[in-house]
């Protein structure tokens, strides 16, 4: 199963709303999962199963979508949200990532 | 607190072999099971290998199958990868990460990840 995002980078300013799109080359049900990473981390996770938070996420972050369509919503960007996020689908494996989106300042 | 400390990373010759190790604390390490997933620099995360708490359940990527061997020690709460053959595309950022609670490969917890470089 191929995941592709888009866009793969997206410039926006702090308050702002932005929509990641991640879609699946079949159907996947809502077995998606959203990470984070910032420069020399690992990957932080946000959504599972396509739209529930992971605990201590912020509620700013949203999942949404099912099959083989998903996006992953930030609304009132913060400066500690600039970032690369990734999806990853746990349908069978492989379980495969996105290529990933890096979220720039404008 | 969830550790997770990978060690055993290094440079090696193409057709080499390095075995990573993940030392595991703060959880009751047999009751989850562990992944190792893998970044080239520059790239997303590549999924490697899962196996099970009891190891009965392992998968690799197709990538790595029949090069590299996952297995765990649960009395000595750890978790390692054998790699063998290795090629210079398998040069990336090692990580260990445990499966979120409710046992789908959705990785809640990862270590800070070992380098492997393969040069020769």
């Known amino acids: 199963i191929q995941m592709t995002q888009s866009p793969s980078t997206l410039a926006a300013s702090v308050g702002d709303r932005v929509t990641i799109t991640c879609r699946a080359s079949?159907?996947?049900?809502?077995?998606l999962a959203w990470y984070q990473q910032k420069p020399g981390k690992p990957p932080n996770l946000l959504i599972y199963k396509a739209s529930n938070l992971e605990s201590a996420v912020p509620s700013r972050f949203n999942g949404s979508g099912s099959g083989t369509e998903f996006t992953l919503t930030i609304s009132r960007l913060q400066p500690e949200d600039f970032a690369t996020y990734f999806c990853?689908?746990?349908?069978?494996?492989?379980?495969?990532f996105g290529q990933g989106t890096k979220l720039e300042i404008k | 607190e969830v550790q997770l400390v990978e060690s055993g990373g290094g440079l090696v010759r193409p057709g080499g072999s390095l075995r990573l190790s993940c030392a595991a604390s703060?959880?009751?390490?047999?009751?989850?099971?562990m992944n190792w997933v893998r970044q080239a620099p520059g790239k997303g995360p590549e999924w490697v290998s899962s196996?099970?708490?009891?190891?009965?359940?392992?998968s690799y990527a197709d990538s790595v199958k029949g090069r590299f061997t996952v297995t765990r020690d649960n009395a000595k709460n750890s978790l390692y990868l054998q790699m063998d053959s290795l090629k210079a595309e398998d040069t990336a950022i090692y990580f260990c990460?445990?499966?979120?609670?409710?046992?789908?490969?959705?990785?809640?917890?990862w270590g800070q990840g070992a380098l492997v470089t393969v040069s020769s």
């Open positions: 196996i099970s708490g009891g190891s009965a359940f392992i």
């Open positions: 079949e159907n996947i049900n809502r077995w």
């Open positions: 703060g959880f009751t390490f047999s009751s989850f099971s």
């Open positions: 990460a445990r499966d979120r609670p409710g046992g789908y490969p959705v990785f809640s917890d």
């Open positions: 990853q689908h746990y349908k069978t494996s492989p379980y495969t």
